[in-house]
């Protein structure tokens, strides 16, 4: 499976953004997509994850009640759908696939796509 991150940009801070994954290749029900974000020098830290097969959503305690996660099975592709956006939301956004269930490492998911930019200005 390859997955491609797309809708990054340059937001002013309490504005939106709507950021999408899409995949190609089967997912399976069994699967878990999540979305990380990395800024420079850090590691990428959890944001957001989807079960494929029930839709069960988990976030980070950072973006809990700004931030939703979903996922189209018709259309193979996740989505984030960021509101409230902070300054310290500004990163590279990836999205990913887990086949061991759900972790909030990155280290668990693989199939890493190019990166899509959020800028958040002050």
């Known amino acids: 499976v390859q997955l491609q991150a797309s809708g990054g940009g340059l937001v002013q801070a309490g504005g939106s953004l709507r950021l999408s994954c899409a995949a190609s290749?089967?997912?399976?029900?069994?699967?878990?997509m999540g979305w990380f974000r990395q800024t420079p020098g850090k590691d990428r830290d959890f944001v957001a994850a989807?079960?494929?097969?029930?839709?069960?959503?988990y976030y980070a305690d950072s973006v809990k009640g700004r931030f939703t996660i979903s996922r189209s099975t018709a259309e193979n592709a996740v989505y984030l759908q960021m509101n409230s956006l902070k300054p310290e939301d500004t990163a590279d956004y990836y999205c990913a696939r887990s086949w061991s269930g759900l972790s909030y490492t990155h280290a668990a998911y693989d199939n890493w796509g190019q990166g899509t930019l959020v800028t958040v200005s002050s």
């Open positions: 989807v079960r494929w097969g029930s839709g069960n959503t």
């Open positions: 290749g089967r997912i399976f029900s069994s699967h878990v």
